[in-house]
Nanobody
Framework: DVQLQASGGGLVQAGGSLRLSCVAS????????IAWFRQAPGKEREGVSC????????LWGDAGQGRLEISSDNAKNTVFLQITSLTSEDTGIYYC?????????????????WGQGTLVTVSS
């Protein structure tokens, strides 16, 4: 069974950094796309970034430009999301989601596999 487990969230001061991890058992054995989504309080889930097994990357939204970096370690079945210069706008639950295709799309309904989410709270 494909399982995703997100971790690395926490309470961080504005300006700080975090590295989120998503361990994706089974999924990284073949073609895949793993994306990070954020759900801020009272808002809809939105795509943040994505990486494929072919090394393709996507970053969605202007707020993350220069502050977010997605990477993968296939030997560890893990995808990382590094976020620097955190602001209150980064607060939310971060979910990792996967599909067995090399296709990064910001539509969360396209991903059949989901982790449980990790909460990021940025304090000012």
């Amino acid at each position: 069974d494909v399982q995703l487990q997100a971790s690395g969230g926490g309470l961080v001061q504005a300006g700080g950094s975090l590295r989120l991890s998503c361990v994706a058992s089974e999924l990284t054995r073949g073609d895949y796309a793993i994306a990070w989504f954020r759900q801020a309080p009272g808002k809809e889930r939105e795509g943040v970034s994505c990486i494929t097994s072919g090394g393709g990357r996507a970053l969605w939204g202007d707020a993350g430009q220069g502050r977010l970096e997605i990477s993968s370690d296939n030997a560890k079945n893990t995808v990382f999301l590094q976020i620097t210069s955190l602001t209150s706008e980064d607060t939310g639950i971060y979910y990792c989601a996967g599909m067995t295709r090399r296709m990064c799309v910001p539509d969360h309904s396209r991903y059949p596999y989901w982790g449980q989410g990790t909460l990021v709270t940025v304090s000012s």
